[in-house]
């Protein structure tokens, strides 16, 4: 089970944290993804981040904005989001990929388990 947290309303150039709590399983077992979806728009990939933190993979219109990290032992996933656009405006979603390996996939289909989405609002 996921559980993402820590979305809001900010001005444009804010930051904001969401946290995403795993529950249920071995943690580390799983890749990491955070992906996005505004109204009338198809979801969308923002990071992932390996089953160990080392290989971290993100979509171009955020890099160097976000950052991904995780905390294996408190079976925790964060997305720090810096520099917040209006374009940035959307539900956030983390997923869990069961992998063995060091993927890091930004493809939707390849996760297994999808949190409830958390609301970010960027004002202008």
């Known amino acids: 089970q996921l559980q993402a947290s820590g979305g809001g309303l900010v001005q444009a150039g804010g930051s904001l944290r969401l946290s995403c709590a795993a529950s249920g399983g071995t943690f580390s077992d799983y890749a990491m993804g955070w992906f996005r979806q505004s109204p009338g728009k198809e979801r969308e990939f923002v990071c992932a981040i390996s089953r160990g933190g080392v290989r971290k993979h993100y979509a171009d219109s955020v890099k160097g904005r976000f950052t991904v990290s995780r905390d294996n032992a408190k079976n925790t996933l964060w997305l720090q989001m810096n520099g917040l656009k209006p374009a940035d405006t959307a539900v956030y979603y983390c997923?869990?990929?069961?992998?063995?390996?060091?993927?890091?996939?930004?493809?939707?289909?390849?996760?297994?388990?999808w949190g409830q989405g958390t609301q970010v609002t960027v004002s202008s």
């Open positions: 997923a869990a990929d069961y992998t063995v390996t060091g993927a890091v996939p930004a493809d939707s289909s390849r996760y297994d388990y």
